[in-house]
């Protein structure tokens, strides 16, 4: 999403078939950097490099949410963010039309179950709306309004961490 919008991002996410903590452990060692297991469940690790001006850019390591890379993103939240760049190839993979809804500055839901599989992505779909001055699909907010009762199982601080993102983002008041 951020190379396509020509954005420079301190986050980049890898999606890998395996192994994502192992191979997150391993580029750590190689670039003498900081490693954090971020869910061990998902099988997902992170690297913190942080250069000479203190700047930390994280790598996120995760192992597929399916068999597949095209499995794996369908089952992301938004199309925006369902987007893969071939890192030996330079193609970008894109199987739900992110790139469009990018140019359209849409936020739209990867599928009918995108938001009742993880509630928080009701806060982060308005999160993402008002920084990139996007709008929300009419589908999607009918789906946002349906899922909103599953919010209270959502941890709070999941919650409150999504809360702050959009309170520290560019445009809260919008948000």
Not at 15 to 23: D, E, K, T
Not at 68 to 77: H, I
Not at 143 to 158: C, G, I, N, T, W
């Amino acid at each position: 999403r951020d190379l396509l919008t020509s954005r420079v991002s301190p986050d980049l996410d890898f999606a890998v078939p395996s192994n994502g903590i192992s191979l997150a452990r391993k580029v750590a060692n190689s670039l003498h950097a900081s490693f954090v297991p971020l869910d061990e469940e998902r099988d997902t690790g992170r690297v913190v490099v942080i250069d000479e001006s203190g700047a930390q850019t994280f790598l996120d390591f995760a192992t597929y949410r399916g068999a597949t890379l095209d499995e794996d993103l369908r089952a992301r939240d938004f199309t925006i963010n369902a987007l893969a760049y071939n890192l030996r190839d330079g193609k970008i993979f894109d199987p739900l039309e992110g790139g469009n809804d990018l140019r359209k500055k849409l936020i739209r839901a990867c599928s009918n179950t995108s938001l009742s599989d993880d509630p928080v992505r009701i806060l982060r779909a308005i999160r993402q709306a008002a920084a990139f001055g996007f709008h929300i699909d009419k589908n999607t907010r009918e789906l946002m309004k349906q899922a909103a009762s599953e919010l209270v199982r959502v941890s709070p601080e999941r919650l409150r961490d999504e809360v702050f993102k959009i309170l520290k983002g560019p445009k809260p008041d919008a948000a």
